[in-house]
């Protein structure tokens, strides 16, 4: 077992949580305004933090890591409701939280890859790089079928009020008659 250098803890600690505040706050929640999607990046990120400090203080494989990480990739597997960008500022918090949880290597070495991470972030999903279009995608349920692509499309404008630019059908079932459709406004 490894002894804690307390000061080097309290100094990653410090330097995750500041990232953490300008990945999870300032960066996601100020442009997506998800306050369940800032909980769990701010939570799962302190959670790997406190998990990587707890077994960096045991001699462990690197076998042990990526067993750990890839027991964390079921979010995605079990989760309909978060979308791509949710998905991506979690897997950038993991990252983090285990980066600067785990005292392998040097607090600045650790410290630049976090920084990496968070303005990889910044710059990626900055409304000045790609900006933000007004389309809408959804999925819509309907409770017809409608093999005709243009009767389709006019029954779907007429239900939502609203003209549609593509329409593409997911799923259809007879019993009872019902059309699964990803919907762009």
Known sequence: ?????????????????????????????????RRDVFVAITLINVTLYVLGGALGTFTISLGVGFALFSVISIFRLRSDTLGWNEIGYLLVALAMGLDLGLPAYDLPVQTTYAVILVAAVFVVDSPLVLRKGI??????????????????????EAQLGSPVKSIKVRNVTTVPPTMKLEIES
Do not use: G
Not at 7 to 30: E, H, K, N, Q
């Open 1 to 33: 077992m490894t002894p804690i250098d307390y000061p080097l803890l309290l100094a990653s600690l410090a330097i995750d949580l500041t990232l953490l505040f300008l990945l999870a706050y300032v960066f996601f929640y100020r442009r997506h305004k």
């Open 135 to 156: 389309n809408q995608q959804f999925v819509l349920i309907t409770d017809f079928i409608e093999i005709d692509k243009e009767l389709l499309k006019s029954k779907v």
